[in-house]
């Protein structure tokens, strides 16, 4: 089935920081989604894309639709303490049957 | 209202015992999903519901049994779980098979 991978697995950085982290397949998505989990939380719907060159944003974060269709890149600008938590980009599958999860990256703000 | 709620918050079960997680959402969404999620992992895709029907069964072993009363209610049934079921069970809907939206899911440990 469809894959997706994330880089970086981790990352720590200092309050105020920008962050970028990346989404990336070795196949065609149609829909490219961003959520992020804190510990013992469901997943939170951050960013939906839909069109390849979407760039959405919603407040501090800012999500892009690769033009191949195959990435998609998260960034969040002036970093707080409440970003710390996980970040997943998902998406259905072409056959609308399956919802996958890239493995997600760990985000750390130390203040 | 974009809620998905999940109860219960938690749940110790022993491995005889039966019991079932509930979720519900008031969006109108036509489909259902639950997922299992172990720690450190992104969620793994359960079973789907679209129009109250099955319509994906991830090779989830027969202890559990997922039931969709109406297109609001989703059921988990749990029997003679093992240890190693342990996890956050998340119910996720959507209306489109693009973007999913996920409870708070149910922390559950089998003992």
């Known amino acids: 089935g469809q894959q997706l991978n994330q880089s970086p697995q981790s990352m720590f950085i200092q309050e105020g920081e920008d962050v970028s982290m990346n989404c990336t397949s070795s196949s065609i998505f149609n829909t490219w989604l961003w959520y992020k989990q804190d510990p013992g939380e469901g997943p939170v719907l951050l960013i939906a894309?839909?069109?390849?060159?979407e760039l959405t944003s919603n407040g501090r974060l800012t999500a892009q639709f690769g033009i191949t269709r195959k990435d998609s890149f998260l960034n969040i600008s002036a970093s707080i303490p409440s970003d710390v938590g996980i970040y997943f980009c998902a998406g259905p599958d072409n056959y609308g049957q399956n919802f996958v999860f890239g493995p997600g990256t760990r985000l750390s703000v130390l203040p | 209202d974009t809620e998905v709620t999940q109860t219960p918050k938690h749940l110790v079960m022993g491995m005889t015992n039966k019991k079932s997680l509930k979720c519900e959402q008031h969006m109108g969404h036509r489909a259902m999903y639950w997922y299992k999620q172990k720690a450190k992992k992104p969620p793994e895709l359960m079973f789907v519901?679209?129009?109250?029907?099955?319509?994906i069964n991830e090779s989830v072993p027969s202890r559990f049994s997922p039931e969709c009363p109406n297109s609001s209610l989703l059921n988990l049934h749990l029997h003679a779980l093992q240890p190693e079921d342990s996890a956050l069970y998340l119910c996720a809907s959507s209306q489109d098979g693009g973007r999913q939206f996920f409870g708070p899911g149910t922390r559950l440990t089998v003992l």
């Open positions: 519901y679209s129009y109250e029907k099955l319509s």
């Open positions: 894309l839909y069109k390849a060159g």
